[in-house]
């Protein structure tokens, strides 16, 4: 039976019909056609250090738990008891030592999933066999250090999922660790946060912060669509100028700074190192960058944002700075209902920094994605505004069609195109519309 959204657009050409943002039969689709058939990414491997340490997600409102086993493997599982379907934890993460027992009649699974205890099992007669009652698994993989699982067996392979974006991630998430999370949810589509996550043309207006204190910032920039689906952001600050800033922040926060202290985080913004695109970036040396500050002096601060199909989002730390690149945060938007979103945000540092790095990659969350940062409170004024106004009748499309240009944008695309959001949907119709 064919039950395809009947769209009134190619949403590839980036005219987007909000009826996406909306429909509560599209919302069912995407659930089932989206978040079953693809990779999502769990946690860091570094999450589940010991046995038993595990950590609980939920991909199209199924429960699923991750957990490593005495033997070192990572395994996934529906997080349902085969008795009668209680959840076995209920917890974010933890460690369950070797065996998940279920609170309501204590059915106990070993770490491999293996049902190993039945309380007064010689009710159920002579015939019942623990081997049909393990847990259910669920796909389960690595890239480098991230943990991504998948529910249904027809998904690609990891690797041919993350297509052109595998080069490009590898090197940012190779020795990390998580040091802090933090969670909200936002009364709006799901689609609406990780289109932001892609776009840089609102940032100097939506972003009073970014407006006033940190200039020129939107200047200059790029994006890449990274088929299938995935993006690549990237945007160049001009070298800061921390009196001035100092000054901005003053004069925008009545905070003062005259006796020299520095705002917390501003130390993350401070440039160091040669100028040049980082190691292995596409565009070699030279390309795509521009080959950096110019007129001498320290270089321009780059930074981006990887978005990965269909909901995780990556900004490492700004290059060129003390704490390199390996410093930064994960970022994942679990659809709750057509207009409810939970954000989760994981801080990551590289395994060599110190106490002091550390905290700096904390507050520098604080400061700008944690649910109270000057950036987040925005996007998230923004996501909800935009989640009212597609309810009526205001227009039936949005539109994503800025950098006219032929192709999936690159080093002529400027910050402010929308190639990345375009690859997003080219790949969200696919799966919308694939009855198989
Ligand atoms: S539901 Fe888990 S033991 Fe009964
Ligand atoms: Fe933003």
Same mark, same amino acid.
């Given at each position: 039976?064919?039950?395809?959204?009947?769209?009134?657009?190619?949403?590839?050409?980036?005219?987007?019909?909000?009826?996406?943002?909306?429909?509560?039969?599209?919302?069912?689709?995407?659930?089932?056609?989206?978040?079953?058939?693809?990779?999502?990414?769990?946690?860091?491997?570094?999450?589940?250090?010991?046995?038993?340490?595990?950590?609980?997600?939920?991909?199209?409102?199924?429960?699923?738990?991750?957990?490593?086993?005495?033997?070192?493997?990572?395994?996934?599982?529906?997080?349902?008891?085969?008795?009668?379907?209680?959840?076995?934890?209920?917890?974010?993460?933890?460690?369950?030592?070797?065996?998940?027992?279920?609170?309501?009649?204590?059915?106990?699974?070993?770490?491999?999933?293996?049902?190993?205890?039945?309380?007064?099992?010689?009710?159920?007669?002579?015939?019942?066999?623990?081997?049909?009652?393990?847990?259910?698994?669920?796909?389960?993989?690595?890239?480098?250090?991230?943990?991504?699982?998948?529910?249904?067996?027809?998904?690609?392979?990891?690797?041919?999922?993350?297509?052109?974006?595998?080069?490009?991630?590898?090197?940012?998430?190779?020795?990390?660790?998580?040091?802090?999370?933090?969670?909200?949810?936002?009364?709006?589509?799901?689609?609406?946060?990780?289109?932001?996550?892609?776009?840089?043309?609102?940032?100097?207006?939506?972003?009073?912060?970014?407006?006033?204190?940190?200039?020129?910032?939107?200047?200059?920039?790029?994006?890449?669509?990274?088929?299938?689906?995935?993006?690549?952001?990237?945007?160049?600050?001009?070298?800061?100028?921390?009196?001035?800033?100092?000054?901005?922040?003053?004069?925008?926060?009545?905070?003062?700074?005259?006796?020299?202290?520095?705002?917390?985080?501003?130390?993350?913004?401070?440039?160091? %190192?040669?100028? &040049? @695109?980082?190691?292995? +970036?596409?565009? *070699?040396?030279?390309? #795509?960058? =521009? !080959?950096?500050?110019?007129?001498?002096?320290?270089?321009?601060?780059?930074?981006?944002?990887?978005?990965?199909?269909?909901?995780?989002?990556?900004?490492?730390?700004?290059?060129?700075?003390?704490?390199?690149?390996?410093?930064?945060?994960?970022?994942?938007?679990?659809?709750?209902?057509?207009?409810?979103?939970?954000?989760?945000?994981?801080?990551?540092?590289?395994?060599?920094?110190?106490?002091?790095?550390?905290?700096?990659?904390?507050?520098?969350?604080?400061?700008?994605?944690?649910?109270?940062?000057?950036?987040?409170?925005?996007?998230?004024?923004?996501?909800?505004?935009?989640?009212?106004?597609?309810? %009526?009748?205001? &227009? @039936?499309?949005?539109? +994503?069609?800025? *950098?006219?240009?032929? #192709?999936? =944008? !690159?080093?002529?695309?400027?910050?402010?195109?929308?190639?990345?959001?375009?690859?997003?949907?080219?790949?969200?119709?696919?799966?919308?519309?694939?009855?198989?």
């Amino acid at each position: 039976m064919k039950s395809s959204p009947d769209l009134r657009t190619d949403l590839a050409t980036g005219v987007v019909d909000r009826e996406i943002y909306t429909s509560e039969k599209i919302f069912a689709l995407e659930q089932e056609r989206i978040f079953t058939r693809t990779w999502h990414y769990a946690c860091t491997t570094r999450d589940l250090k010991k046995p038993g340490d595990y950590f609980t997600v939920s991909i199209a409102e199924q429960p699923v738990l991750v957990i490593r086993g005495n033997d070192g493997e990572i395994r996934a599982f529906h997080n349902a008891c085969t008795h009668r379907g209680a959840i076995l934890t209920g917890e974010r993460c933890g460690n369950q030592g070797q065996t998940l027992k279920c609170m309501y009649h204590a059915w106990a699974f070993n770490l491999k999933g293996d049902l190993t205890g039945v309380p007064h099992e010689e009710g159920y007669g002579p015939g019942f066999d623990r081997r049909a009652y393990g847990l259910r698994p669920v796909h389960c993989d690595t890239f480098h250090d991230l943990v991504f699982v998948a529910i249904r067996p027809t998904v690609p392979s990891l690797t041919d999922f993350l297509g052109e974006m595998a080069d490009h991630l590898a090197p940012y998430v190779q020795g990390i660790e998580p040091i802090g999370r933090n969670s909200w949810i936002y009364q709006g589509n799901w689609k609406f946060w990780h289109e932001n996550f892609r776009d840089d043309y609102h940032a100097e207006f939506t972003h009073r912060s970014i407006r006033d204190l940190l200039v020129g910032t939107t200047a200059r920039g790029w994006n890449w669509g990274a088929a299938p689906g995935h993006s690549v952001l990237q945007w160049a600050f001009p070298p800061l100028d921390p009196p001035k800033y100092a000054r901005a922040l003053q004069r925008f926060s009545g905070v003062d700074f005259s006796d020299g202290t520095m705002p917390v985080g501003w130390s993350s913004m401070l440039a160091q %190192g040669p100028p &040049g @695109p980082p190691e292995g +970036f596409e565009g *070699g040396p030279d390309g #795509g960058f =521009g !080959g950096g500050f110019e007129g001498g002096g320290p270089p321009e601060i780059r930074q981006e944002v990887l978005a990965l199909f269909p909901n995780l989002d990556i900004q490492p730390g700004p290059k060129d700075t003390p704490r390199g690149m390996k410093a930064g945060f994960l970022q994942t938007v679990t659809p709750l209902g057509v207009d409810r979103t939970r954000v989760d945000i994981t801080v990551y540092s590289d395994i060599e920094d110190d106490a002091a790095a550390r905290q700096e990659a904390l507050e520098n969350l604080a400061d700008t994605q944690g649910s109270w940062g000057k950036l987040s409170c925005d996007d998230t004024e923004a996501a909800t505004r935009c989640q009212i106004g597609v309810r %009526g009748e205001g &227009g @039936p499309y949005s539109l +994503f069609t800025r *950098g006219v240009a032929p #192709g999936r =944008g !690159g080093e002529d695309a400027d910050v402010r195109d929308e190639y990345s959001q375009r690859e997003f949907f080219r790949v969200y119709q696919q799966y919308l519309q694939d009855e198989s």
